[in-house]
C-alpha cells in the first residue's frame, strides 16, 4: 500500500512537477492529480508522468489525502481558503513555500492539520519542463508544523521527504524565516545587487567568478519580490549584516593590508566549512 | 619551427602550470623551463609534462625568448630586476597577474619588451594539480601593451593565447583595472562579504544559492589582499556602487513592493544577457 491515496499538487511548476516525478518514482501515491493555471504546464506534467490527471479549476482535488501547495506565496495565501471549501477534514496539508512564518499563521488557521515544508532545490529555473525526480537526492527539506499539526501526519510527511531522498530538519516558522533569511535571501540580495553595479559594457567581460556569484540573479522577480517581503524583518537584518562586512572590507583595505588578509582567509576557512 | 624556442615560467601553479601544458601540447615552444620556490610544484609540472626542466632558482632562465610571470603580484615586482639581469635585451617578457596599471608602470622600465596580459581562467583553486592544458579553451585574454612594446611581440603573445584556445582583447593597463575591479574583484569582496555575514551555525542549511554566491571566497587570501591593494582605487569606485545597489533594493523592501519588482527585474534581464 503507498503511503498516500490520492495527491493534489497545487502548481506544476519545478518543483511541483519534480514531486510529482519524485512520488511516481518512488510509488508513493497511488494517485497524483495536478492544478495549474497554465494549461501547457499540466499537460507537459501529464505528458512527463508527473501527474495522472490534472485541470485549471481545483475541482480536481476533491477526495485527496495530500495536498501540496507548490506555487508562490501570495497565490498559496489566495487559494488556500478555496482549497479547504473542496477537501475533507481529515486531509493533511503542506506547501513548499520559500518563507513560512507568514503562511503557517495563516494556514494553520485555514486547516486543521498543516505542516509547513521547504524543500532546499531546485534553481533559478521555474518551469515543469526542468523538472526531474532527482533533484531531492541529497537535499535537506525543512518541516515546521504548526501546533495543531497531528504527530502522524508529521511522520507521514517526514516519510515522503525521506523516501525521495532529502534529510528532513524540523524548525519552528520563525526560526526558519532567520535562517533563510541568512542562507538563501541574503545570497539573492547581493546577486541582484552586484549584478546591477556591474556597467553593461563590461558584461563581456565575465568570468567564471562573475557568472557564479549572480546566477541566482536570473530567478523570477515576481517571486523574490514576494519572498523578500514576506520575510521582510529578516531580510533587513540579513542586509545589514551583509553592509557591516563590507564596510569592514572596505576599511581595511583603505588603511590595513594586514587586517585585510586576515578578514579575507577568516571568510576563506568559513566557506571551506560548506559541504 | 615553434613561436618560441625557449619560454621560462616564473610560478609553477594553476595558471602557470596550464600555460606549460598548453603550450607543448599546440607545439608553441620548443622548450619550456619552469621556477618555483616550492620544490614539489617543480617536480609535478616536470611530472605532468607542463615543463621539460625547471628548478628553485632563476638561473635556469637563461636563455629565453619568452618569460611569463605567472606569481602574484608582489612576487612579480620583486623577481623582475632580477630576472632584468639574465635575460637578453630580446627576450619578450609577459604576465598573467590580475591587476595591470601598477605591474604595467613598474615592468615597463625594467624589460624593454614587456606586454601585460591577463587570461581571465582559473579558479578559487591555485596548486598546479589543479592545472590543464584545457582551461584557456573559450576563455577571454585581456593584454595590456606598453608604450615601448614592439609590434610584432604583442602579435606573437597574441598568437601564442590564441594559438591555445582564448580570444584577446587589448585594453589601456587603466581600462583594465577598471574593468576588473567591477567584474572580477567587486564579485570577490561580494562572496567574502556574504559568507562573512552568515552565523556558523547556519551554514548547514546551505543550498545551492548561497554555495554559487561564495564559491569565489575559498580563494586565497594573501592573493586576493594583493589584487584589492594593488587595484584601490578602482575597488573602492566598485564597492560604492555595490552598497548604492544594495541600498537601493533595500530602501524597496522597506517601502514598495512594486519598486522592487522593478528593479529585480531589471538585474533578471542584466544576469541573462551575460553569456
Not at 23 to 50: F, M, N
Not at 150 to 161: A, E, F, G, V, Y
Not at 229 to 256: C, G, H, T
Request: net charge positive; aromatic share 4%; hydrophobic share 45%.
Amino acid at each position: 500500500m503507498s503511503l498516500f491515496r490520492k495527491v493534489a499538487i497545487i502548481g506544476t511548476g519545478l518543483i511541483g512537477g519534480s514531486i510529482g516525478l519524485a512520488l511516481k518514482k518512488h510509488r508513493l501515491a497511488a494517485e497524483v492529480v495536478g492544478v495549474s493555471r497554465h494549461k501547457e504546464s499540466i499537460s507537459l506534467a501529464r505528458k512527463t508522468g508527473a501527474i495522472d490527471n490534472g485541470g485549471t479549476s481545483l475541482e480536481i482535488i476533491r477526495g485527496a489525502d495530500l495536498v501540496i501547495f507548490a506555487t508562490p506565496v501570495n497565490v498559496i495565501i489566495d487559494l488556500a481558503p478555496k482549497v479547504a471549501k473542496i477537501i475533507e477534514r481529515n486531509c493533511i496539508v503542506t506547501d513548499v513555500a520559500s518563507t513560512k512564518e507568514e503562511i503557517v499563521r495563516l494556514l494553520e488557521k485555514i486547516f486543521p492539520d498543516f505542516v509547513g515544508g521547504h524543500p532546499l532545490a531546485g534553481s533559478e529555473k521555474r518551469s515543469i519542463s526542468y523538472a526531474s525526480a532527482g533533484i531531492f537526492q541529497g537535499s535537506v527539506c525543512l518541516l515546521t508544523p504548526a501546533k495543531k499539526t497531528k504527530q502522524d501526519s508529521l511522520r507521514k510527511i517526514r516519510t515522503l521527504w525521506e523516501n525521495i531522498g532529502a534529510k528532513v530538519i524540523l524548525l519552528s516558522a520563525p526560526e526558519h524565516d532567520k535562517v533563510l533569511a541568512m542562507v538563501s535571501h541574503l545570497p539573492h540580495i547581493a546577486a541582484f545587487s552586484l549584478i546591477n553595479s556591474v556597467p553593461k559594457g563590461y558584461l563581456k567581460f565575465a568570468a567564471g567568478g562573475l557568472k557564479d556569484t549572480t546566477r541566482i540573479a536570473a530567478s523570477d522577480a515576481e517571486i523574490w519580490a514576494q519572498i523578500f517581503m514576506s520575510n521582510r524583518k529578516n531580510v533587513l537584518k540579513s542586509i545589514e549584516a551583509l553592509e557591516r562586512n563590507i564596510s569592514v572590507i572596505k576599511s581595511a583595505i583603505k588603511q590595513n593590508k594586514k587586517q585585510l588578509s586576515v578578514i579575507l582567509n577568516a571568510a576563506k576557512n568559513k566557506r571551506e566549512s560548506v559541504v
